[in-house]
T-cell receptor, first 113, second 113 residues
């Protein structure tokens, strides 16, 4: 089944404790992206990747890191999480430009206390 | 920067009735793509319908249709014969050729039995 697998689904952590949210897709998509969803703000892009070893900042990159060492994986790293990073996170991938939509992972609900 | 505005934070509809969700966007481009995504309580992001800006004909997917007004930069979603399963958050999204997708803040739709 074609899908984007995101883990974990829920995560509660403490301020300053490094964490990684994993994302993997099995569709051979070149484009991958991370979003955070907050009430009243919709989805905002954190980072995106056009291909292996090619990443770039989105609209809200502060406090986040990403890497794209393999085509299928695009982990999101929070080196020192803070409470304002409490949010719902989505990984997404796309076949390419044009009318292709995004395929989304199932989301990670992160709470930083 | 392109922006997407959904002016209705919440909407409600009676089962079997028709409801229209509004979306406007701001862009200087002539070639782009528009999407509506549905997010039920499961959090999964589900593509409902897409529209290519170069097509004048409005897209239709079963009970879902759009009213695309390119000059007015408006892209509303019409849901006919509303069902209880249509209750969800709906996001309007804009995508340019660089694969970057921008989302509105969302409209929460309630369906009353």
């Amino acid at each position: 089944e074609a899908q984007v697998t995101q883990n974990p689904r829920y995560l509660i952590t403490v301020t300053g404790k490094k964490l990684t949210v994993t994302c993997s897709q099995n569709m051979n998509h070149e484009y991958m992206s991370w979003y955070r969803q907050d009430p009243g703000l919709g989805l905002r892009q954190i980072y995106y990747s056009m291909n292996v070893e090619v990443t770039d900042k989105g609209d809200v990159p502060e406090g986040y890191k990403v890497s794209r060492k393999e085509k299928r994986n695009f982990p999101l790293i929070l080196e020192s999480p803070s409470p304002n990073q409490t949010s719902l996170y989505f990984c997404a991938s796309s076949l390419g430009t044009g009318s292709y939509g995004y395929t989304f992972g199932s989301g990670t609900r992160l709470t930083v206390v | 920067a392109q922006t997407v505005t959904q002016s209705q934070p919440e909407m409600s509809v009676q089962e079997a009735e028709t409801v229209t969700l509004s979306c406007t966007y701001d862009t200087s481009e002539s070639d782009y793509y528009l999407f509506w995504y549905k997010q039920p309580p499961s959090r999964q992001m589900i593509l409902v319908i897409r529209q290519e800006a170069y097509k004048q004909q409005n897209a239709t997917e079963n009970r879902f249709s759009v009213n695309f007004q390119k000059a007015a930069k408006s892209f509303s979603l019409k849901i006919s014969d509303s069902q209880l399963g249509d209750a969800a958050m709906y996001f309007c999204a804009y995508k340019y050729n660089n694969n970057d997708m921008r989302f509105g803040a969302g409209t929460r739709l309630t369906v009353k039995p």
